[in-house]
Every structure is written in structure tokens, then in C-alpha cells.
């Protein structure tokens, strides 16, 4: 006896895309996909840029630091 593979789908079925589809979406439904979207996009700014912002941020400061002291903890 041979085995059968199945293929499963899991969620939205393909059938339903194309013109129909983007006019059954809600105006929650986009601004949902929109702040996920945002969420997310500030996620990864936000891990990128917070220790070059501190570093920008000390270095136009009074009295100006050499960069080295800024990086070491003394």
C-alpha cells in the first residue's frame, strides 16, 4: 500500500483574493495591517538607533566628552 500525501492549507483560502477581496476589507481590518506594519517597522528603528542616539546625544552635550568616555562605565 503506498502512502498518500496530503496538502493541507492552513488560514485564507486562495479562492477568495482578487477584486472581491480587497473590497470586503473593513476599515479595521486596514488599520490593523497598518499598525502592525508601523509596530513593527519601529521595533527594529528603535533597536538600531537607541545607543547611536545616546552616543549623538552625549557628544552635543556641556561639557563635550571624548567618545571614549561616553563607551566606558567610569
Do not use: C
Not at 503506498?2 to 470586503?24: N, Q
Amino acid at each position: 500500500m503506498a502512502s498518500r500525501v496530503s496538502l493541507k492549507t492552513k488560514g485564507k483560502s486562495s479562492s477568495g483574493k482578487g477584486a472581491k477581496g480587497m473590497e470586503d476589507k473593513s476599515a479595521s481590518q486596514y488599520f490593523k495591517e497598518w499598525s502592525t506594519w508601523t509596530f513593527k517597522r519601529a521595533k527594529v528603528i528603535t533597536h538600531y538607533g537607541f545607543i547611536p542616539m545616546i552616543i549623538i546625544i552625549g557628544m552635543n552635550s556641556d561639557p563635550k566628552p571624548q567618545i571614549h568616555q561616553l563607551l566606558s562605565p567610569f
